[in-house]
């Protein structure tokens, strides 16, 4: 892993993750069209009291879209950057992807990277923008979110990057459900072994990796299949997280800076986080 480390703009804080915890809630609802995706996916949850949510989309359809690509930083300051935007004339279906629902300057913001397919039939994946995306066509949505435990979206001084991280409430957990982590994994840390400590800071046995947004320095696959390039965008499409590493296993999305997208499990050890990863970890395993 060493030689994939990039060096940030920033000084670098001795506690690579945070990480603090809730009870968590389910909730499964149907994106509504005619709103932007930061909209639709804000009503249910802050109707719900959830503060922050990790989220899986499905199915659906925008028209505009927008969307950046993961890009080299030309600066000669940032470790890494991003492309300017995109936007395809006509409907863009959604395949799958995840969102880290949180806020930004008091109010919602969504951080969300998915696959879809454009009006002339290519298929894609990236970074939407999600004020400016609007839903045509009902998207399905499963989010799993918690009440005392905010996502706030702020200036980071080690990456120089605007990003979500976890601060915990003053307010008391109502009702009963999972426990509930809601984690943000600083730059340079492997992602498998980083979400495996948080495991063990909170007690976890095992934990299903719920939604999942990030990004790493190039990738290394179970399958022997790797990306080299350092500026990518990833989303997570399963993850069981176990301090127990022969039960650890987790599954992605990722897209380069060319747009080649790749698939598969990751191997422990060998990928680094290149500016951020937000998850969102529920404690236990499901029976499937």
């Known amino acids: ?129 999600p004020h400016e995306t609007i839903i045509i066509q009902p998207i399905e949505v499963t989010a799993w979110g918690v009440e005392t435990v905010r996502m706030i979206s702020e200036p980071d001084e080690e990456t120089a990057f605007t990003l979500f991280h976890p601060v915990p409430t003053e307010e008391r957990d109502r009702g009963q459900g999972p426990r509930t982590v809601i984690a943000r994994v600083r730059p340079n840390e492997d992602i498998i072994t980083a979400l495996e400590a948080i495991c063990r800071r909170h007690g976890f046995g095992h934990a299903e990796v719920r939604g999942g947004v990030g990004s790493l320095i190039g990738a290394r696959y179970v399958n022997g299949e790797q990306v080299d390039d350092i500026a990518t965008e990833v989303f997570v499409t399963r993850g069981r997280i176990s301090p127990n590493c022969a039960e650890t296993r987790l599954e992605i999305a990722m897209v380069d800076t060319q747009g080649n997208l790749t698939e598969g499990s990751l191997r422990r050890g060998e990928n680094p986080v290149c500016i951020t990863f937000e998850v969102c970890l529920e404690e236990g395993w499901d029976a499937n």
């Open 1 to 129: 892993m060493a030689e994939r480390r990039l060096g940030q703009p920033g000084p670098s804080p001795l506690v690579r993750f945070e990480s603090f915890e809730g009870v968590g809630r389910r909730f499964d609802f149907s994106l509504e069209p005619g709103l932007s995706i930061n909209e639709a996916i804000a009503r249910p949850l802050r109707a719900g009291d959830i503060k922050a949510a990790a989220l899986t989309l499905k199915g659906g359809a925008f028209n505009p879209f927008h969307y950046l690509m993961p890009a080299l930083a030309t600066d000669g300051y940032h470790a890494a950057w991003y492309s300017e935007a995109f936007s395809p004339v006509g409907e863009t279906r959604l395949q799958v992807g995840n969102a880290t629902f949180g806020e930004r300057d008091g109010a919602p913001f969504v951080h969300c990277h998915a696959i879809w397919t454009e009006p002339d039939g290519r298929r894609r994946a990236d970074h939407i923008l």
